[in-house]
């Protein structure tokens, strides 16, 4: 937990796939520096309720936002009714991912859409419909998931690596775009996670990236939690455009 608490009192946040992983841990972090955190998930209820509860037992705010951010209509329509309810909406973390492996040869061509739908557009249509909002307040903050493999790549994800590049380029292009409204736009790189998304990995897998990291072991959802966080608050309020590595050395 942080040692800012309240640098985000009476702020509104709304962080995508926020049931589980990196996304639940930002959600507590955001909430315990005092932000009301919009919870968003596409599937997994019980575990969005669960973070929430978690929220609420910390002490702080939270509420459900059921959202599916690859359906073209549903991030505008959601997000416009969250911030119109709240009066505000000053972070956006865009935390939704999904990595479909695959070697290239054999790739399907419905899993680049979807990879592509989810990890992209979903980004894009939820900035885009939380843009429009801060830009009016002239004030903001967007933070993007990307991935250490955007910049080192990696074999079986080449989907995953360009949506995350993608997600790169879009995070020093909205920067620049919307910096005129004190809305800063940055991404956190995290390395190998221990989350569900990495407990899948083959043991061998597992064992020739612990290999690779510097520090030695996989990173906790709570160290990339403090640097999304610290990207979302008043500490950060000179930094747009920027990529921030948390990924124990692994790639630098
Ligand atoms: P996870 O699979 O544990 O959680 C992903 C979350 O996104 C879940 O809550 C899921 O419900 C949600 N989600 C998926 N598709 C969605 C959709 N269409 N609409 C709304 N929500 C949706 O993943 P994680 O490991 O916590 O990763 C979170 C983010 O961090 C992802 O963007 C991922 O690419 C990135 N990342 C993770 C790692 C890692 O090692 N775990 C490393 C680098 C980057």
């Known amino acids: 937990m942080s040692t800012n608490a309240a640098a985000l009192k009476d702020q509104v946040a709304l962080v995508t796939g926020a049931s589980r992983g990196i996304g639940r841990a930002v959600a507590l972090e955001l909430a315990s520096r005092g932000a009301h955190v919009g919870i968003n998930y596409r599937t997994g209820e019980d575990a969005a309720r669960s973070c929430l509860r978690a929220v609420e037992a910390a002490g702080g705010t939270g509420?459900?936002?059921?959202?599916?951010?690859?359906?073209?209509?549903?991030?505008?329509?959601?997000?416009?009714?969250?911030?119109?309810?709240?009066?505000?909406?000053?972070?956006?973390?865009?935390n939704a991912g999904i990595t479909i492996d695959g070697l290239v040869l054999r790739y399907k061509e419905e899993d680049w859409q979807r990879t592509l739908e989810v990890n992209l557009g979903g980004a894009f249509r939820c900035s885009r419909a939380a843009a429009r909002f801060m830009a009016r307040r002239r004030y903001g903050r967007i933070v993007n998931l990307s991935s250490v493999v955007a910049s080192m790549g990696n074999p079986g994800q080449a989907a995953y690596a360009a949506t995350k590049a993608g997600l790169e380029g879009m995070t020093k292009a909205l920067a620049r775009e919307l910096a005129s409204r004190d809305v800063t736009v940055n991404a956190v790189a995290p390395g190998f996670i221990d989350t569900e998304m990495t407990a899948s990995l083959p043991e061998e897998a597992r064992a020739a990236y612990l290999a690779m990291i510097p520090l030695g072991r996989l990173g906790r959802s709570e160290e990339v939690a403090t640097a999304v966080a610290y990207l979302c608050g008043p500490d950060a309020s000179y930094v747009t455009g920027h990529v921030l590595a948390v990924n124990g050395g692994l790639y630098t």
């Open 63 to 94: 509420e459900l936002c059921p959202f599916d951010v690859a359906e073209p209509d549903a991030p505008v329509t959601h997000i416009a009714a969250f911030a119109k309810e709240k009066g505000r909406l000053d972070i956006l973390v865009n």
